[in-house]
């Protein structure tokens, strides 16, 4: 029989704190690669954790997305999995413990954010409206420009302060900015959707009070029916930051901080590949009937029957199983550990890291690291590209060079770059993936990367022959725009 939910939280003296609550049943091998091999393999593949193949690669920080280990308990639930098309088994279990989850009592499986996130915007977002945000994920601005309204970051003040290393809620929105803008456009802002926490921004987390004060804001201002939606895909994480850093919040599971962080909003999407523990999957909830009929026949449309959305029965299994696991507190505890371990195993050998570290990745702070190549020479696209070569660790630069490209007509042109405030390679931990030694390893790649120091070159955009994005679609070039070192990596 499986460990019950209630079991895995019974209060104990175990030292959760320094070990994981959990041990290893099954474990995934690599290709062994030669110094040589990686310097091949980067060159024939783009220089980029995206486009290496993950089987040359020893340890994979690219992303923390679908990426994590399925417990016991998860793959023996798939096997109850119900493939019946109309309302199986598996979706009325999935469904009660997503009401649990989010306090919400309408819900739509998909089968991973964005098209978590398409029925809501499809239904609420209409052209020339105006969408804001603490920072939109690359999806849920391409859903904005799609629908020819405009995504608006209002990013908290501190995180552009780089000798604040120690302000935990960095990732929140700036709420007196979000104040003017709703006196000036209230009419025109059909929802607000938060990041809980902020993933493009370091991945900092969001305060209760930040969420309390958007709802405040949208209730003062409403002239539309205007939505408080949160973008779940982290949210444990972001409780687990609360629950330790916000006053008031430290005797509650993570659990009910969960449910209070929803109780201020109407709406959600979530990307259950992240905290819900599963390879694959994820859903939406509402409070309104009426917008779950309306967002009904756009999931069928695309995606299949409301009742699975895209998953199997097993994958719902899975999910429901994950849900719960995923914010339990010993695991969330243990978690924020390993986090701070590769931290700490970073600093410890003069890599810079962008502080706090998140609760879910440590973001590298390349601009800092490579301080002779400016924000148009991808400092950090370097950077990841050589730590791949030193020992086989692959991450996700995120400089202004990838980023900030803003002209459609001039790819190339690299004097155009937005520059970013901070120049990120985000090393984002799988869960339940990776042992101490691992995060040693990936510190010391980083370490003897950055050694090189003025030998490391710029990188520049390189040609294709793809036909140019449409103009709604420009955020998404970073998944296809491509680039070389000008002169040789060392
Ligand atoms: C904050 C956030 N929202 C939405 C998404 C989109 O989720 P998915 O990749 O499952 O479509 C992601 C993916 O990384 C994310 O980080």
Redesign the pocket.
């Known amino acids: 029989m499986r460990i019950s939910d209630q079991e895995m939280m019974v209060k104990t003296d175990l030292p959760f704190h320094k070990a994981p609550p959990y041990r290893t049943k099954v474990v995934e091998y690599t290709i062994p690669t030669t110094r040589q091999q990686r310097q091949e393999i980067m060159k024939k593949h783009g220089y980029s954790g995206r486009l290496l193949p993950a089987k040359y690669v020893f340890i994979n920080m690219v992303?923390d997305?679908g990426t994590g280990a399925m417990s016991d308990r998860q793959w023996s639930a798939m096997m109850e999995g119900d493939e019946s098309y109309f309302y199986c088994r598996s979706y009325e279990y999935f469904e009660e413990v997503a009401q649990n989850y989010t306090g919400m009592p309408y819900i739509l499986p998909s089968h991973?954010?964005?098209?978590a996130?398409a029925p809501l915007y499809e239904c609420l977002v209409q052209p020339g409206d105006k969408v804001p945000s603490n920072t939109h994920?690359t999806?849920?601005s391409a859903w904005s420009f799609q629908r020819g309204a405009e995504p608006v970051d209002f990013v908290e003040v501190s995180y552009f302060d780089p000798n604040d290393t120690t302000s935990q809620f960095k990732g929140g929105i700036d709420t007196e900015a979000l104040e003017r803008y709703f006196e000036l456009h209230a009419e025109k802002i059909p929802l607000v959707d938060l990041?809980v926490p902020n993933?493009l921004n370091g991945g900092m987390g969001v305060s209760m009070k930040d969420i309390k004060e958007t709802r405040r804001i949208i209730d003062k201002y409403n002239k539309r029916g205007t939505l408080l939606c949160l973008?779940i895909?982290?949210i444990s994480e972001n409780a687990w930051i609360i629950k330790n850093h916000e006053e008031g919040y430290k005797d509650k599971s993570c659990a009910e901080i969960v449910r209070e962080m929803l109780s201020y909003a109407d709406c959600c999407h979530m990307?259950s590949?992240?905290c819900g523990l599963v390879n694959m999957g994820?859903f939406s909830a509402v409070r309104d009937k009426q917008l779950w009929y309306r967002m009904q026949p756009k999931v069928i449309r695309t995606d299949g029957y409301i009742t699975y959305g895209g998953m199997n029965g097993r994958d719902l299994e899975a999910l429901a199983v994950g849900l719960v696991e995923g914010v339990n507190d010993y695991y969330l505890q243990d978690r924020q550990r390993q986090v701070e371990y590769f931290a700490n195993a970073c600093k410890k050998r003069g890599v810079h890291i962008l502080e706090p570290a998140s609760s879910y990745a440590v973001y590298i702070n390349a601009g800092k690291c490579v301080p002779h190549l400016d924000h148009t020479q991808g400092p950090a696209t370097c950077l990841s590209a050589q730590a791949y070569i030193e020992g086989g660790f692959a991450s996700t630069a995120m400089d202004s060079l990838q980023r900030g490209r803003i002209d459609p007509e001039n790819p190339l042109d690299t004097s155009k770059r937005i520059k970013a405030p901070y120049e990120l390679i985000r090393c984002a931990i799988p869960r339940r993936a990776y042992f101490e030694p691992h995060y040693d390893w990936a510190a010391e790649c980083l370490a003897r990367a950055m050694a090189h120091g003025t030998k490391l070159p710029a990188f520049k955009p390189i040609a294709d022959d793809r036909p140019p994005l449409e103009i709604s679609e420009i955020g998404l070039h970073t998944f296809f725009d491509d680039y070389e070192p000008v002169t040789p990596l060392p």
Not at 112 to 115: A, D, M, P, T
């Open positions: 992303t997305s991973q954010g964005r098209s996130e994920f999806t849920t990041v993933n973008d895909a982290r990307s590949k992240k994820g």
